[in-house]
């Protein structure tokens, strides 16, 4: 029998102990050490057995425990300490409030998941735990940022192994009163009911649950509710689950939904109106379109006005590094969805609009509302750039408008406890947030090589332990009997050299490249005098029958008796895990096909915690690699048989094991210490460390997407968005005439005969701007190195001067310094000019010579 509903029946807290609550629904306590420390000395016991979750040990703790504990003056006092500490974390400025009034009121930050803690299992893997790192040190930050999201029913799924080794998924039913959430009400207590159209006639009604994550609100919308039939009430179902309708009215919630949150919580709050909307992923789009139709609705403006608004503060963030993790869908579904939505319907298919023409692309989307958009790893903004480049016809690779902010993960979070208590991220320099240029966390110095090596080594233990624990209780799982089970007492050992692989199971990142040689990894295994052990944990996604099989061919191998005591692929990697892993680890490994790993911050999670990366420079690695702070992997790139490749880069990986990783970590001292390895370690701390911080991606967001996103949006909405409609104008005007603007003539002089390095050259254009003015335009000198086919290299562009006009004929001029040597050669482009213009190639448009 199967209950119609279920939820959670908490103890009442005696008024002493009132504050708790205020804690438990803060989820600050998931980074906050003495937090924690404050809910295990409720039942330590308990504790343990709700692993680590203190909204559970509210749930379950006895009255009379309860009882006891408020007539306890020492646990009221240490209770009252978190609580002033709380108070004060919430109300102290910080670095964003030293801005001033450039910066956003508050921004809106949309993600289709957030990984926050494991106790709120809203993720599946990379992208939501990076938004929510992006939360937390938005919050440390003081920067007014407002998450949106949905709440998931059953989260991503709960993964266990067959006895054959097969992937099997679990989706357990979240209840929403068992979490740390509260729902978003009304000033008279009902609870706030959000609305989105869909065809025939229905329509998708949502609650908002309210999860503050320290100074942060995330609100996560609910499909799960009466007021919905029964095919809109599973839409909140699970993340990434369903059929295309499904997941197109997953995205409607989240961006149109999502932005009539907002408008709900700032009218029943008083917090201000975001002044800039950041779309992590594509799945977020259509909050600008929602934006554009709540303009037109209610000040009357054409769509074309309404989006030179919506543009101006918005910002995109693609973490796809291939055409096939973009989501698609049918142009004739978009149609159906969005007939009679409140926007003209072949301006927001033109939105989408893609190669295929029967498809609509939301990335493709996300850029064209996006006026600022951007990568999150420098190799990624350049490959981003060349995924992209169609979008932007007659612009080199560089000049496409996509930067690049590298990714950082929220050390608060990750790092282990005795590293922070030990100084490993103390600077001299100060806070690396207020410190301008390179920082160091040079108060890893102090610490000595030995009592380096024992935390290390404290580490290795404990996630030896938890490896121990989750290798038994797989086993049984997957059917063996406690008679069977005896070994995994002594499987692994605290004083071998440790290697974790943990993360999403797509085929690019390449699982099962170490068992290229099967043969060769099992003697690095079993090594008699330098053995390895590999920990192995990656969920995959639950129709993706490939990487189900890569996972099923790693448990199979690691199932092998003879080996089992030293690798191991654990199943429900989660936050809890990893952080057993990246606290543990020795050395890191990531072997994805270069570029196709976005950023790839696990690796970061690792060094954080003294672990040395042992990568394919690829994501992070490849601009963060020095040397020092772990291995490259060298790739074999240009070898198309991607067999032959997966061999070399596998042997590659095998050899930097035996010849450089394993002589490293065993050659210690009289001491037992090993000095060149410790010393790694410490560089790493050193140097990677202040370079991987979350604190350090939202600082560069902040400064270089969202202050100035504000200050576009602010621009285009004054006098009752006068500056948008002027601007949507002269876009049309521009586009209209463009056709007809075109270099008529080039001439240079001064450089002679025979040029000489130090010497100028003078340009001279002559420019045709029928129905244009000089002032529309910039027309600019490209100059460089040339190749034998003609190409500019290494281009460098300088505005020219407009020097007189004859009816539609425009001249400029400009002068080119000659600064080095070798084939050099030059051009000139006409570009649109504007104001409002973030990049001279926004438009898509250029008239070259």
């Known amino acids: 029998m199967r209950a119609l509903r279920r939820f959670t029946v908490r103890a009442a807290l005696p008024e002493p102990l009132a504050p708790l609550s205020q804690l438990v629904m803060n989820l600050r306590w998931s980074w906050h050490p003495e937090t924690r420390d404050l809910f295990e000395t409720l039942d330590p016991e308990l504790w343990q057995t709700c692993k680590n979750d203190p909204v559970k040990v509210l749930g379950e703790v006895s009255a009379e425990r309860l009882a006891q504990l408020a007539k306890d003056r020492r646990f009221l006092r240490r209770l009252q300490d978190v609580v002033d500490d709380l108070e004060e974390y919430l109300t102290t400025p910080r670095w964003y409030q030293s801005l001033g009034s450039e910066a956003p009121a508050a921004i809106a930050y949309f993600s289709a998941e957030f990984g926050i803690t494991e106790v709120l299992p809203q993720y599946s893997g990379g992208l939501g735990i990076l938004a929510g790192d992006h939360l937390k040190a938005a919050s440390d930050l003081g920067v007014p940022l407002v998450g949106v999201g949905l ?87 699970r993340l990434y689950g369903g059929d295309e309708d499904h997941r197109l009215r997953q995205e409607m919630l989240l961006g149109i939904g999502g932005v009539k949150a907002l408008r709900q919580w700032s009218r029943l709050t008083g917090a201000p109106a975001p002044e800039v909307f950041h779309a992590n992923e594509g799945h977020a789009g259509f909050q600008g379109v929602e934006r554009i139709r709540e303009l037109i609705e209610a000040r009357g403006l054409t769509f074309a006005e309404a989006l030179q608004a919506v543009r101006a503060g918005t910002v995109f963030t693609t973490h796809t590094p291939v055409p096939a993790g973009i989501d698609r869908f049918p142009k004739a579904l978009i149609e159906r969805y969005f007939t009679g939505f ?49 979008l932007w016809p007659g612009f080199d690779e560089g000049d496409v408008p996509i930067g690049s902010i590298t990714n950082g993960v929220h050390a608060p979070t990750w790092t282990a406890r005795e590293l922070l208590e030990m100084g490993t991220q103390d600077s001299s320099e100060g806070d690396p ?19 380096l090596w024992e935390v290390r080594r404290t580490l290795r233990g404990r996630l030896v332990g938890e490896v121990r624990r989750r290798l038994r209780e797989t086993a049984l799982s997957r059917g063996a009997t406690e008679a069977e089970v005896g070994w995994t007492d002594t ?124 990568s394919i420079r690829d994501g992070w690695w490849d601009e963060w690699f020095d040397g020092q702070n772990g291995w490259a992997i060298p790739t074999a790139d240009g070898v198309a048989d991607p067999d032959r490749r997966d061999d070399v880069e596998a042997r590659a990986i095998y050899d930097l094991l035996a010849t450089q990783v394993l002589p490293r970590f065993y050659e210690t001292g009289r001491n037992g210490v090993p000095a060149r390895w410790v010393e790694m370690v410490r560089h790493t701390l050193r140097e990677t460390g202040p370079k991987v911080l979350a604190s350090r991606m939202v600082r560069d967001y902040v400064t270089a997407l969202y202050v100035p996103a504000a200050g576009s949006a602010r621009a285009m909405a004054g006098s009752d968005y006068g500056p948008a409609r002027t601007e949507a104008a002269w876009r049309s005007h521009l586009l209209e005439n463009w056709s007809s603007v075109r270099v008529a003539h080039v001439e240079a002089t001064g450089a002679g005969d025979t040029p000489e390095i130090g010497s100028t050259l ?9 129905q244009l003015a ?56 006409v570009l649109p000019h504007s104001q409002h213009l973030a990049d001279p190639a926004e438009l898509g448009l250029v008239s070259s010579a």
């Not at 690095?524 to 969920?539: C, E, M, T, Y």
């Not at 005591?565 to 890191?588: K, N, Q, S, T």
């Not at 003078?762 to 029928?770: D, M, N, S």
């Open 762 to 770: 003078g340009l001279r254009a002559e420019v045709e701007l029928p």
């Open 151 to 237: 709440l998931y029913r059953a989260g991503y799924f709960e993964q266990g192994l067959s006895a054959d080794g097969w992937q099997l998924e679990h989706y357990p039913s979240l209840d929403p009163h068992g979490l740390p959430v509260k729902l978003l009400r009304q000033t008279d207590g009902s609870a706030v009911v959000i609305s989105v159209p869909l065809p025939e006639g229905r329509t998708l009604h949502a609650h908002v649950w309210r999860v503050q994550v320290g100074r942060v609100t995330l609100l996560l919308l609910d499909s799960d509710i009466e007021e919905n039939a029964p095919t809109e009430r599973g839409v909140t179902d």
């Open 774 to 829: 000089p002032g529309d335009v910039q027309v600019q000198a490209a100059y460089g190195r040339v190749d034998d086919s003609d190409g500019l290299h290494e281009v460098t562009t300088v505005p020219m001067t407009h020097e007189h006009t004859e009816g539609t004929r425009h001249w400029f001029t400009a002068t080119l310094p000659l600064e080095r040597t070798g084939a050099f050669g030059y051009t000139v482009r």
């Open 491 to 614: 499987a692994f050992d605290p004083d071998v050299l440790t290697v974790g692989f943990a993360r999403r199971v797509p085929s690019y990142k390449r699982l099962t490249l170490m068992l290229r040689d099967p043969a060769r990894l099992k003697s690095l295994l079993l090594d008699p005098d330098r053995p390895i052990q590999l920990v192995i944990a990656g969920k995959s996604h639950p129709a993706d029958d490939g990487g189900k099989q890569l996972i099923q061919k790693m448990v199979r191998f690691a199932d092998d008796p003879e080996i089992r005591h030293r690798i191991a692929f654990l199943p429900g990697y989660d936050i809890g895990m990893a952080r057993y892993l990246y606290w543990g680890c020795d050395v890191w490994l990531n072997n994805p096909l270069r570029p196709l790993e976005a950023c790839g911050t696990s690796g970061m999670k690792a060094a954080l915690n003294g672990g040395l990366n042992l």
């Open 433 to 451: 947030v207020d410190v301008v240029g390179e920082v160091h966390f040079d108060g890893v110095d102090k610490i000595s090589a030995a009592d």
């Open 342 to 390: 409140g926007v003209p319907l072949d301006r927001l298919l033109a939105l989408g609009a893609e190669e295929d023409p029967a498809k609509f692309n939301m990335a493709y989307m996300g850029l064209r509302l996006g006026q600022r958009a951007n990568g999150v790893s420098q190799l990624h903004g350049h490959v981003s750039r060349g995924m992209f480049n169609r």
